[in-house]
């Protein structure tokens, strides 16, 4: 059973420092993996997804990296802002015909000015 | 992309009461989906509305307690019925846009629904 899992829970920095957020996750079959951002109280919005086949994605100061043989992905964001602070969350689509996600409990990322 | 306009943002409701969630999306989608997020918790599928046939509720969640309509592919509602404090939650639909790998999940902004 696919189990994902996000480390650090909770995250706090100040303004300008390069950060890593972990997700990993426990059967490497999977089918794609997604890297999601929450506003408090709010939806998601989609950062950036990384095929299977594929060892990373951009997207300006994001860059999300993706080793499925250790059952790993790292976001990685730069020049951190307080405009960053939210809840991230990574989803893990596993190969094959089930197209549920499995779901991280996410990191809780503070920028402080 | 899809856009997904998601309303109510929040709602406060008594206890025995229902609360119906609708989203639009800006374009024809197959499948919609429709989540909850607990306090502190990750979000959990509950069920999955497909148009001209019944959702496919997950395992804990049943259609009595969730009604879903889907009466065409850009429209879906959520209703939350016979409402009790442990109710409260985020509620988000969602649908896939893209096709095979590069299919992504796209949110609405979410309904915060609080039960007294």
């Known amino acids: 059973k696919q189990e994902v899992t996000q480390i650090p829970a909770a995250l706090s920095v100040p303004e300008g420092e390069n950060l890593v957020l972990n997700c990993s996750f426990t059967d490497s079959a999977i089918y794609n993996l997604q890297w999601f951002r929450q506003d408090p109280g709010k939806g998601l919005t ?13 997207s300006g100061r994001l860059n999300a990296s993706l080793d499925k043989s250790s059952g790993r992905s790292t976001l990685y964001i730069a020049a951190s802002q307080p405009g960053d602070s939210a809840t991230y ?21 503070a920028v402080n000015p | 992309s899809a ?14 009461t229902s609360l ?3 989203c639009q999306v800006d374009s024809q989608v197959t499948m919609m989906f ?22 496919t ?28 404090p442990e109710d409260s ?24 629904l609080s039960v007294l």
Do not use: H, M
């Not at chain 1, 989609?46 to 951009?58: D, K, N, P, V």
């Not at chain 2, 959990?44 to 148009?51: F, G």
């Not at chain 2, 985020?90 to 979410?110: D, M, P, Q, R």
């Open chain 1, 89 to 109: 969350l990574c989803a893990v689509r596993n190969a094959g015909n089930n197209r549920k996600l499995i779901w991280g409990l996410g990191t809780s990322l």
């Open chain 1, 46 to 58: 989609s950062l950036l997804l990384i095929q299977s086949s594929q060892r990373e994605q951009t």
């Open chain 2, 57 to 84: 509720y997950e395992s804990g969640f049943v259609i009595d307690k969730f009604p879903i309509s889907r009466p065409n592919l850009t429209f879906s509602t959520l209703t939350v019925s016979n409402l009790s």
């Open chain 2, 34 to 55: 429709w989540y909850r997020q607990q306090p502190g918790q990750s979000l959990t599928l509950i069920a999955t509305a497909n148009q001209g046939s019944e959702a």
């Open chain 2, 89 to 112: 939650s985020i509620y988000l639909c969602s649908v896939a846009a893209g096709t095979g790998l590069n299919e992504k999940l796209f949110f609405g902004s979410g309904t915060q």
């Open chain 2, 3 to 16: 856009v997904i306009s998601q309303k109510p943002s929040r709602d406060i409701c008594q206890r025995g």
């Open chain 2, 20 to 22: 119906t969630i609708q």
